[in-house]
């Protein structure tokens, strides 16, 4: 006897924003579908950690704010909803929506290897979708070396590549962020 073909279950982004409410893991939603987020490792959650008090105290005393790992960003007209690592918002409708951001000027990404080609492709697509998106910067801790994406006026996103030793600049939030504040705590190999 054969087993029948599983039909997946489509979500709707208000049925997925319900569920997600009442569960105690998060989930991301893109098109319909809802995928489980898996756990980081230490390095991975020390070098978000360091970026983000890095960039909260320089936006300390702005209208931006800085948030870590669980704040849902919409992307691609409500068919998809993420946990960036990191996203910085300068916007006024988002400091009114306390679980949704949906005007991000910065969003980081900490490289693992099961995520790096999601994150460098059909991530980035999504997220070069949002008009207030001016920066995606991907920290990669196996190579350390850090790829900004900026977008020009123009529309175009060109990459600005920063290896282990160079300090880090990320223009939208006007800070520079050095090899050693970025990679605090981790281990060389």
């Known amino acids: 006897m054969s087993a029948l073909p599983q039909t997946k279950a489509s979500f ?3 049925d997925y924003l319900a569920w997600e409410a ?4 998060r989930h991301e939603f893109v098109d319909g579908e809802i995928f489980a987020m898996a756990g980081a490792e230490d390095r991975h ?3 978000t950690g360091n970026v983000y008090m890095a960039l909260r105290q320089h936006l300390r005393g702005t209208p931006c704010r800085t948030f870590m790992a669980d704040m849902k960003v919409q992307a691609d ?3 998809s909803y993420f946990y960036p690592d990191i996203v910085v918002t300068c916007s006024a409708a988002d400091a009114q929506s306390r679980q949704i951001k949906r005007e991000p000027l910065l ?19 999504r997220y070069r979708q949002m008009p207030s998106l001016a920066e995606y910067a ?3 801790i196996e190579r350390r070396r850090v ?15 920063f290896e282990s030793a160079e300090s880090v600049v990320l223009a939208s939030v006007d800070v520079t962020l050095d090899a050693e504040t970025l990679y605090a705590e981790i281990d060389l190999d």
């Open 107 to 125: 969003i980081v990404e900490v490289l693992s290897p099961g995520t790096e080609a999601y994150d460098r492709g059909e991530k980035f697509q």
């Open 138 to 140: 991907l920290v990669d």
């Open 45 to 47: 959650v020390t070098v």
């Open 77 to 79: 007209a409500a068919s």
């Open 12 to 14: 709707s982004a208000d």
């Open 22 to 25: 009442t569960q105690p893991e």
């Open 147 to 161: 790829d900004v994406f900026r977008k020009q006026p123009d529309g175009l996103w060109v990459l600005h590549p």
